[in-house]
C-alpha cells in the first residue's frame, strides 16, 4: 500500500473529524488531509508511466476518468461531451506548463466520490498558479466528496453547477469563485485559503450549510452580488467572516458567525436569526443580540430583522453531525 492510500485511509478512519472548535460554534472541523509528501511522487517517471494517464487538449467523446490523471495544460471539455470522475480518482496538475494546467468545462463534467471514496485534486508541485476546473456558462456539472488542495480551485459561472460535501484547503486565492451565476455550495469545507467563497458580478449562489474556519476572509460578495448565506459556521477566519463591496448585498441568515478577527459582517448585507460572537476582537464570549446595523461586531450592513442568543443547531457541514 502507497503512502498516498496509508494516509488517506487514516484519515477516512478518523471519520473526517479531529478537533472540535469552540464550543459556541457548535461545529467540527476535519483533519489535515495527507501532505504533499504523503502523495505518491507525481515527478517521478516509473510512477507517471505506470499509474498516471495524462490528460491535454479538447474531450473528443465522454470519457470516464479513474486512477491517477494527470492534466497538462489546458483540457476542454466542450459542449456536447461528458466527462465522468470515478470515485478514488486522483487529478493531478502540472506546474510547468503554459498557460496553467485547468478543466475548462462548455460541456459537462461530473465529479463525484463518496464518504470514504473523495475525488482529490492538487497540483503536482507547490505553486501560485491558477490550477483547477472552470465551468463556463451552459455547462453542468457536479463536485461532491472532492479534496481541493495546494491552489486547486473551482470557478463557476453556470447556475446547473453543484458542489458538496468537498473540503478546500490551502489555497492563496479564492478556493470558489462564484461568477454571474447562482449554483449550490453546500456542505462543504473550507479552511487556510486566503478567500472561501468569491462572488463577482451579480453572483447569487446559496452557500449553505458549510463550515468556513482559519481562512483570512470568509465570504466576499463582489460586483453586486447577492448570495445567500444560510447555516454556516464562519469561525476563526483572521479578517472578516462576510464583506461586502461594490453595493452587494448578501442575504444572511441563521449562521453562527464567531470569533473572526474582523467584522462578522461588514458593508453590506440583510441579517437574520444570525447567531454572532466574539468577533472583531470583543470578548470571545460576547453575544451580539442587538439589532443596530453598526455594533462592535457589524459595520454598515444594511438590516438585522433578528439575532440569536445561542447558536444555530443546524449550521455547518452535516457530515460532522
Request: glycine share 8%; net charge negative; aromatic share 8%.
Amino acid at each position: 500500500m502507497t503512502r498516498f492510500r496509508r494516509a488517506l485511509w487514516a484519515w477516512v478512519a478518523a471519520g473526517c473529524c479531529a478537533f472540535v472548535v469552540a464550543a459556541a460554534t457548535g461545529c467540527a472541523a476535519p483533519q489535515p488531509l495527507p501532505s504533499a509528501e504523503e502523495w505518491e511522487d507525481p515527478s517521478d517517471p516509473n510512477v507517471r508511466a505506470e499509474s498516471t494517464v495524462t490528460k491535454s487538449g479538447t474531450i473528443a467523446a465522454d470519457e470516464v476518468w479513474s486512477g491517477a490523471i494527470l492534466v497538462r495544460g489546458e483540457v476542454f471539455v466542450p459542449e456536447g461531451r461528458t466527462v465522468t470522475v470515478e470515485p478514488n480518482a486522483r487529478i493531478l496538475f502540472a506546474t510547468d506548463s503554459e498557460p496553467s494546467s485547468k478543466i475548462v468545462v462548455e460541456g459537462a463534467f461530473y465529479a463525484q466520490g463518496d464518504f470514504q471514496r473523495s475525488v482529490f485534486f492538487a497540483a503536482d508541485a507547490r505553486t501560485k498558479a491558477w490550477h483547477g476546473v472552470l465551468f463556463e456558462p451552459g455547462s453542468a456539472g457536479r463536485v461532491s466528496y472532492g479534496q481541493f488542495q495546494y491552489e486547486t480551485r473551482l470557478h463557476i459561472r453556470s447556475s446547473a453547477v453543484g458542489v458538496t460535501f468537498s473540503q478546500f484547503s490551502d489555497n492563496t486565492g479564492a478556493a470558489v469563485t462564484v461568477e454571474a451565476a447562482s449554483p449550490t455550495v453546500e456542505d462543504n469545507v473550507f479552511r487556510t485559503n486566503v478567500v472561501a467563497v468569491r462572488c463577482l458580478r451579480q453572483a447569487s449562489p446559496d452557500i449553505l450549510n458549510n463550515t468556513i474556519i482559519g481562512n483570512v476572509y470568509g465570504v466576499v460578495a463582489e460586483d453586486g452580488s447577492q448570495p445567500n448565506i444560510a447555516r454556516n459556521v464562519i469561525a476563526s477566519n483572521r479578517q472578516q467572516g462576510i464583506v461586502s463591496q461594490g453595493a452587494s448585498s448578501p442575504h444572511v441568515n441563521s449562521n453562527n458567525i464567531v470569533r473572526n478577527g474582523g467584522y462578522a459582517v461588514q458593508d453590506g448585507g440583510r441579517l437574520s436569526d444570525n447567531f454572532i460572537q466574539g468577533n472583531n476582537g470583543t470578548v470571545p464570549i460576547a453575544v451580539d443580540t442587538s439589532l443596530s446595523v453598526n455594533s462592535a461586531q457589524l459595520f454598515g450592513v444594511e438590516e438585522v430583522v433578528s439575532a440569536r442568543s445561542s447558536p444555530v443547531p443546524e449550521a455547518g457541514d452535516r457530515r460532522t453531525r
